[in-house]
């Protein structure tokens, strides 16, 4: 009975755990569904978030966008030549002084350097001596011609006597015709070699003479090639360089928009920032051609260099401005 008992207490007691346990459960069912819920309800929300920056964030790359965009319009239409500007407003561009001559120095003869009298750098006149070579040979070559020369005019004086006296003796019919001929022929022949010995001394003192080479003219040595020494062979080798910078090109690159600003023989207001100096130029030279790569064509101006203070190479920069008087557009006479 005791037994029975016990087991009815341990049935009940089991059976009522099982109900807890199912209540348990049902409870979990219920609650995992509301998580859920909760949980979506939150990437949600952080998804919108997100969203709503992204829509912020591009909308202020459209607006930068946009700012530069006008930003860029606005410079271009200051650059563009077409734009409303005052008068007397000044465009500026840039160029460069070159030497209107440059020369490679060469020799006309050959031989050893014995001397070079300039340096890189040097200030020289037309004329002034730029390098000596040894002149030994060419001085025997003169020595040698003249005393051609001399043998050549004592046979023509000969002849010439000669002639003379048979001419006296043709005229008493002494001597025949045929012979005054003969000596006739063979003074006109002494003649022709007297003349060719002189220009062989022509010549010869002529080489003498390039064994000194010159300046063809006044500039400024910009390379000296060669040594006390050294050899120089006759040709177009370079021994000196040589640039004429007392007078100088201004060239100046004119984009192609601006070709109606500038015309022969107008003034151009120059700047050179290096000498802090102003100066106004007359357009020279304009080159008819555009150059494909950059759209623009050359002007040059002539440029007075007495003190030789511009340097070949040096920067300028040039104003060109709106004609004041309506007569259509010009570069400018003055300075802005």
Do not use: H, W
């Not at 009522?16 to 819920?37: F, M």
């Not at 040595?221 to 040589?242: C, D, K, M, R």
């Not at 555009?290 to 007495?306: G, I, Q, T």
Request: with cysteine; charged share 25%; glycine share 6%.
């Amino acid at each position: 009975m005791k037994t029975t008992l016990k087991t009815y207490v341990v049935l009940a007691v089991c059976a009522g755990g099982l109900a807890l346990a199912g209540c348990s459960t049902e409870q979990e069912k219920v609650d995992l569904p509301s998580e859920q819920a909760t949980a979506n309800d939150e990437a949600a929300a952080q998804e919108a978030d997100e969203a709503e920056q992204a829509e912020q964030a591009e909308r202020a790359d459209e607006a930068e966008e946009a700012d530069e965009s006008n930003k860029a319009d606005e410079g271009a239409s200051e650059a563009s030549p077409t734009t409303n500007e005052a008068p007397g407003a000044g465009r500026r561009l840039s160029g460069s002084f070159e030497p209107q001559r440059t020369s490679s120095v060469a020799a006309s003869v050959g031989g050893i350097i014995r001397e070079v009298y300039v340096e890189e750098g040097d200030v020289v006149d037309k004329g002034d001596r730029i390098l000596n070579i040894d002149a030994k040979d060419y001085q025997l070559r003169v020595d040698q011609a003249r005393a051609a020369v001399k043998a050549a005019q004592a046979q023509v004086d000969t002849l010439q006597t000669e002639y003379e006296r048979l001419e006296k003796l043709l005229a008493k019919e002494a001597v025949a015709p045929a012979e005054a001929d003969q000596l006739s022929g063979n003074l006109a022949a002494a003649r022709a070699q007297l003349e060719q010995a002189k220009v062989g001394l022509r010549m010869a003192q002529k080489a003498r003479a390039d064994s000194v080479v010159r300046a063809p003219y006044a500039g400024v040595v910009t390379a000296v090639n060669v040594a006390e020494g050294s050899f120089a062979a006759p040709g177009p080798s370079p021994l000196i360089q040589l640039e004429e910078v007392q007078n100088l090109y201004l060239r100046v690159s004119v984009p192609e928009e601006y070709a109606k600003q500038v015309d022969e023989g107008d003034k151009l207001s120059v700047q050179v920032p290096a000498l802090d100096r102003q100066m106004t130029l007359t357009v020279d030279r304009i080159n008819p051609s555009v150059a494909k790569s950059s759209r623009a064509f050359d002007v040059l101006a002539e440029v007075d260099n007495p003190d030789l203070a511009i340097r070949s190479g040096m920067f300028a920069e040039i104003t060109l401005a709106e004609d004041a008087a309506g007569g259509g557009p010009t570069a400018e006479g003055g300075e802005q």
